[in-house]
């Protein structure tokens, strides 16, 4: 099946039917958008023009914002690998009492990120904040915008981004062989000896992975730094944002894209070439289980356990604050003081009645599920051609498509609406800029990279010789693909599907940029709320937004990977390989499902 | 040199060893033989520090290591993937050890060069990642990694168990070349019975946590004492009594016919043996052939009883399925068991369980 000449492949019309619409859909969404974002920033009239850079250069705000977005890029990924290692460490390789229940604190961030949890933190920790309201009735004299700027920028997007750390790193400690431990012990090596000459080291090139990933989040932040940043703190994505909105500093915002761009290829660049050159692999066969290593230091362990639930306070606290509030009135909101009396269901009745309330929430939920079912639906028929027929034609494909992986989300955005502000032969002589359809457009592109890799894994895992077996007895390619494959791959279709609704429902850094001004998302309403544009009224409503997206988004996720650990003796596919499984089948470890650009990543969407 | 003495290990509710003496002598190749789930590793691990028993003490050269960590005992121990460290290259994981206990850095050099030459490992092998090494390379760094600390007694977790057959016949004549080089006290641990009887000094037959047998492997084989060590080394027919009372009857010999017994496929022949001796010839019929090459297995019903036997394929004359045949027997080649406890009998007890027949 692999190497399948060109020719025997156009000869299916199938085939040819597929190929021709991936041909202008890719043309259309992924390649002419920012070819398009080139021209406006390099030939904005047709020839060279270096314009662009100059007015960059010359403009203090911009400049200000590019090196502050380094500043967070380095700052974050120093700080997500330091509290990211040691949630992994206490919950997976330390002996630590209660470590399931430190593991649900760390895990909040699997149900809430991106504007969600930079909007609970600006309102817990915000100027008006309810933290700060108490901290100000005991402390009067200290500055209520306490939590602002860099410092608060940084907090939480580490807080914020440990995701990637819960997923992979922990992946990749469990793939540690523990013979290799008990070995180092017999050897003599103490257990802090164990875990830097031999761990470590083994969870080197997954280390590398996520540290790119925390520096490219820093890099793209979009949501923290207008909640939390300020004035004084401004990066490039709000600023491209900014600059977008008015037509003559367009280029300046496309030339800021296109340098967040670059930087995000070099990168990705950096860390494929650092995985060719080293995976420590276990050279064993057979591996056996990890088991806990008791920390037999007395004062370290005191000290690891101390800091392990310091960390579980700051992860779960403001989850608990807004889940709290969210049933609290209007006041008690403002003063941050809550007694048993002030807490009801109005705020739930309100937003789920209420037009003006629901409103958001269906048009997101239309949006998510949409958005998530155009993706899957389309991409089963590419993922499968893909995964059928291995030859340059298909490989060009497949990398076309990974193109919203390697570009921030914003240049893809600022691509689709100066390609489509005016009519636009690629779609019909249409206009798309303005309309409901242009952010429906993005979402299924920024899905495009997630599904194709998870929906091939999908068709890679089912037995090719099922499919074999059906062509003998005279089955045609439609039909098997109808009767035998796609029965097999729909639990992962769902999966998937379920997954990429999951993260659209609360996207923002996509729907900021080509939102309808009347259909507004919901994450647009949370921003707006954090303004204090619809008072505590508007607070509220964000507290019971977040909590209605928590209970969604772990119900997906309950059903998505809970119960397949339960499942595991029974003969059926697991709904959605476990994300090292992909890793191992699919493509070169850690960028396989970590690569990103956009919040692409699994499950959820880091604070941008 | 190595005594286990009452041993008791569990793991919650489950009895892994009830109890548990052994005693392995100074350069001795010992090996722990038994299926999966017998024991055995228990018993390697719990010699290794890496489980503490429940009861018992483990002694080392005469001294209690039974409350000591792995690291203080002098054990080196090869690992059943060899748990070599894929972040380090062969040179590192050789110094390991060294570094740990802060050897000078000459000194380790030295020390690690002098181990490697000895396991043969070049230089060039030495600066390698551990992924690049060949099976049998990396066995040998695991070995050399245990052996350069000089440890007083090897212990080897069925090291050669993931390997392909051919590999798996080359390292073992390797991994005993070494032992037999070092001269150190080995203690190893299989499922593979050939391995066992190969490499042993003497063997130790585990079944359920507790030993059955220990012996050097021609004790083993010849003489398993129990019904168990019987079926589980080698491979043999079970007789039926009436089998048995016809070998009684044609030779003199007092075997009982209650007990459960047995005879080694090798043992049994479809020739009359050249020197005469005890054999004695009981009729049955040829039930099927198969061919492997280097001798053809035959199973002959006679009295009852499914004989299995293996003739050697020189060319000689070969009866076909459903011919009358003899079979060859010697009745001290008869195994029996005690059919309620599984102990072997001895001569006496066969007579007494002879003469206990109606």
Known sequence: MSGTPVRAMVRSPFVLVVGVILTWFIAAFLVWPNINVLIATFFPDGSFSGRAAEKLFSSQRAMKALGNSFLLAVALSITVNAVGIFIVLVTYYFRIRGSRILFLGYATTFIYGGIVLAAGYKFIYGDKGIVTSLLLQVFPSMDPAWFSGFFAVLVVMTFATTTNHMLFVANALKGVDYQTIEAAKNLGASTWTILRRIVLPMLKPTLFAVTILSFLTGLGALSAPQVLGGREFQTITPMILTFTNSPTSRDLAALLAVILGLATMVMLAVMSRLEKGGTYFSVSKVSSELQKQDITNPVANVAVHAVAYLLFAVYTLPVVLIVLYSFADGAAIQTGQLSPGSLTLDNYVRVLTQPAGLRPFVVSVVYSALAAVIAVGGLLFVARLLQKYRNWVASVFEYLLHIPWILPSALLALGLIISYDHPNPLVGGAVLTGTTVILLIAFVTVKIPFTLRMLKASFASVNSSLEEAAAIMGAKTLYVFRRILLPLVLPAAAAITALNFNSLLDDYDTAIFLAHPLVQPLGLVIKANTDGAEGTEGVANTFVYTVLLMVITGVTMYLVYGRSGRRRNRKRLPAVPPSGSIDATDVPPAAGSTASGADSRVPAAPVR | ?358
């Not at chain 2, 054990?75 to 062969?90: D, E, I």
């Open chain 2, 1 to 358: 040199m190595i005594r286990l003495d009452s041993i008791k290990v569990s793991f919650g509710d489950f009895n892994a060893i009830p109890h548990l003496d052994l005693h392995v002598r100074p350069g001795e190749f010992f090996t722990l033989l038994g299926p999966s789930g017998c024991g055995k590793t228990t018993a390697l691990r719990t010699l290794a520090g890496f489980i503490q028993p429940a009861g018992g003490t483990v002694t080392v050269d005469g001294k209690d290591v039974t409350r000591l960590p792995s690291d203080k005992r002098q054990v080196g121990m090869v690992f059943q993937n060899y748990a070599l460290f894929p972040s380090m290259s062969v040179w590192e994981n050789i110094a390991f050890g060294l570094r740990v206990r802060k050897e000078k850095g000459a000194d380790s050099d030295r020390m690690v060069r002098d181990i490697a030459h000895r396991v043969e490992l070049s230089d060039e092998q030495l600066a390698k990642n551990v992924a690049e090494l060949s099976g049998g390379q990396q066995q040998r760094v695991a070995v050399a990694r245990a052996l350069v600390l000089r440890p007083k007694i090897l212990l080897l977790d069925e090291p050669l168990s993931n390997l392909d057959a051919k590999l798996r016949h080359q390292l073992r004549q390797q991994l005993k070349d070494l032992q037999s080089e070092f001269g150190i006290t080995t203690v190893y641990v299989t499922h593979d019975q050939d391995e066992a009887l190969a490499m042993s000094d003497r063997v130790a037959v585990f079944n359920k946590g507790v030993v059955e047998q220990v012996g050097t492997p021609q004790e083993i084989y010849d003489h398993a004492a129990t019904e168990f060590v019987c079926n589980f080394i080698g491979d043999s027919s079970t007789l039926t009594p009436e089998f048995v009372a016809q070998v009684n009857a044609a030779s003199g010999a007092q075997l009982s016919t209650r007990a459960s017994s047995y005879l080694r496929v090798e043992k049994a022949s479809l020739d009359a043996p050249a020197g005469g001796g005890t054999a004695v010839g009981l009729p049955g019929k040829v039930l099927s052939r198969t061919y492997h090459g280097l001798h053809s297995r035959y199973v002959v019903r006679s009295h009852g009883a499914d004989i299995r036997l293996l003739v050697r394929e020189d060319g000689g004359a070969h009866p076909e399925p459903g011919t009358e045949t003899t079979v060859y027997v010697r009745p001290d080649h008869i195994l029996q068991y005690h059919s309620e406890t599984g102990a072997a009998l001895q001569e006496q007890d066969r007579q007494d369980q002879a003469v206990a027949l109606p």
